[in-house]
């Protein structure tokens, strides 16, 4: 994988709007942002509702997935672009969410809808008529996805890559500042992990930086390239877009998301815990 | 968003005394600018969060005690940099203007 085939531009994306081999997709955090006005054409994919068990923690089944994809009108051979909010969080979780049921070519609109909003490109309320489809999804790809078991065997092993702000990291805040504090789980990251902010990725306008920059930031961060690593943040949305970076940007061989992440981890009972701002010992 | 109100955003159903919010509203020519983006930096110039405003222009954050900057960007202004302290138990109340 490389920049070329799985990121786009927001001028591509303009240039692309009448194209019907491409379904243009958001998802964001803020369920309603698509409501508000959205790129020409555009479905919206709800994470909390679409892409979530709604009893279970865990994914819609592959049954599922392929009933929802049918719906909306999106085939196996269509280019799907993703885009979203939050400098592409849940638009990154979701294209990884895609790989993860097997679609060949999916894309990221690079800097998402922020990038498109500070462009003062066209949005738009009319919702796009699309005819459904038979969409057919593969099993679950496990090997970019990590589960607790996954993640403690890999505690000074592979690379761990927490991608939360340093103020989480250290254990000084429980979620993202946006957010309100009060949570049931321990402060803290995973020994040994490193600390590797996802925005350190991304630019002020939502955009990826250069690969040459990526390589310096995570390797100066101490991950090292020849190991398989896993990343990890919250609740797994960031840590999508980390590793895109990691996967689909930079083409590392065997990168993971752990999306049970903090709220399952600092959840677990018998589990080490670091505190503070350095690594931890394993 | 919740619904703005006069003095700043509403505060109703927040636990205040357990939050150190930092909220405000952005202003362009004494008008609300509904489609900008906050960021929050650390005391080290880190990311901590981003958000869009709202149609009235307000944003909101959850942050800890301390020194941050509130870096708003919007269409066809320069980034603009404020600084702020929170503190849990008060509301830093900021207005911006781009």
Redesign the interface.
């Known amino acids: 994988m490389s920049r070329d085939t799985t990121l786009v531009t927001a001028q591509w994306v303009e240039d692309h709007l009448d194209d019907p081999s491409i379904v243009l997709v958001e998802v964001d955090e803020?369920t309603t942002?698509y409501d508000k006005g959205h790129i020409k054409g555009a479905i919206k994919l709800d994470w909390t509702t679409d892409l979530q068990d709604q009893v279970r923690r865990d994914f819609v089944s592959k049954e599922q997935f392929e009933a929802l994809l049918s719906d909306r009108g999106v085939g196996n051979d269509h280019t799907v672009v993703l885009y979203g909010?939050?400098?592409n969080w849940f638009a990154a979780y979701a294209y990884w969410y895609f790989k993860l049921y097997g679609h060949s070519d999916v894309k990221l609109l690079d800097g998402g809808r922020?990038k498109w909003?500070?462009?003062?490109r066209e949005l738009v309320s009319e919702l796009p008529a699309r005819e459904k489809t038979s969409y057919t999804a593969t099993e679950q790809d496990h090997s970019i996805r990590a589960f607790r078991d996954d993640v403690v065997a890999a505690i000074g092993v592979q690379n761990l890559v927490d991608v939360r702000?340093?103020?989480e990291y250290a254990g000084?805040?429980l979620?993202?500042?946006?957010?309100?504090?009060?949570q049931a789980q321990r402060a803290g990251h995973v020994p040994t992990a490193a600390s590797v902010?996802w925005?350190k990725a991304a630019n002020?306008?939502g955009t990826f930086k250069s690969d040459d920059e990526l390589r310096t930031i995570y390797g100066d961060a101490g991950v090292d390239f020849e190991k398989d690593t896993i990343a990890y943040c919250r609740i797994g949305e960031r840590s999508s877009h980390t590793w895109f970076v990691l996967k689909e940007l930079l083409g590392q061989e065997n990168v993971k998301n752990y999306d049970g992440s903090w709220t399952e981890y600092g959840s677990l009972v018998g589990v080490p815990v670091a505190l503070g701002d350095e690594p931890g010992q394993a | 968003m919740c619904g703005a109100t006069e003095g700043g955003l509403s505060l109703d159903g927040i636990d205040v005394k357990k939050e150190a919010v930092v909220q405000g509203q952005v202003l362009r020519d004494g008008e609300p600018v509904g489609n900008a983006y906050v960021r929050l930096l650390d005391r080290t110039g880190e990311f901590t969060a981003e958000v869009p405003t709202s149609a009235s222009g307000h944003f909101r954050f959850f942050a800890g005690d301390g020194d941050w900057t509130l870096r708003t960007l919007a269409p066809k202004a320069d980034p603009v940099d404020r600084q702020v302290h929170a503190q849990v138990g008060s509301v830093a109340e900021v207005s911006i203007t781009i």
């Not at chain 1, 979620?175 to 009060?182: I, K, R, S, T, W």
């Open positions: 803020d942002a909010g939050n400098n922020k909003e500070l462009d003062s702000s340093p103020d000084r805040l979620a993202p500042a946006h957010l309100p504090q009060e902010p925005s002020d306008d």
